[in-house]
């Protein structure tokens, strides 16, 4: 089992960045893919980027590449998200979770931490 804890998010205005991090419990974490995903107010939880295990491959929404960069160090069992030009759209929760591989559909995911809020504003 792992247990995750986010931390990094905050305000900032438009352009801005943020570095988003997942601290993971266990010394198996190296074993676990994990995702990031959002959750805006009235809307569904989407998909933001993914990570394999090594943090060999790396997966994003489409619309996000260029803009947000994951990545891991499993020596010190965190996973990061940095997330850069950020829009007002941006605004949402990000939550972290933890799985056998990098899913992309938040289903499939059992382990999650508790988010971190993230408002982009002027």
């Known amino acids: 089992q792992v247990q995750l804890v986010e931390s990094g998010g905050g305000s900032v205005q438009p352009g801005g960045s943020l570095r988003l991090s997942c601290v993971a419990s266990?010394?198996?974490?190296?074993?676990?893919?994990v995702g990031w995903f959002r959750q805006a107010p009235g809307k569904e939880r989407e998909f933001v980027a993914s990570?394999?295990?090594?943090?060999?491959?790396?997966y994003y929404q489409p619309s996000l590449r260029g803009r947000f960069t994951i990545s891991r160090d499993n020596y010190k069992n965190i996973v990061f998200l940095q997330m850069n030009s950020l829009k007002p759209e941006d605004t949402a929760i990000y939550y972290c979770?933890?799985?056998?591989?990098?899913?992309?559909?938040?289903?499939?995911?059992?382990?999650w931490g508790q988010g971190t809020q993230v408002t982009v504003s002027s």
């Open positions: 979770a933890a799985d056998l591989a990098p899913y992309t559909d938040h289903v499939m995911y059992n382990y």
């Open positions: 266990g010394r198996t974490f190296s074993t676990y893919a």
């Open positions: 990570i394999s295990t090594t943090g060999g491959n790396t």
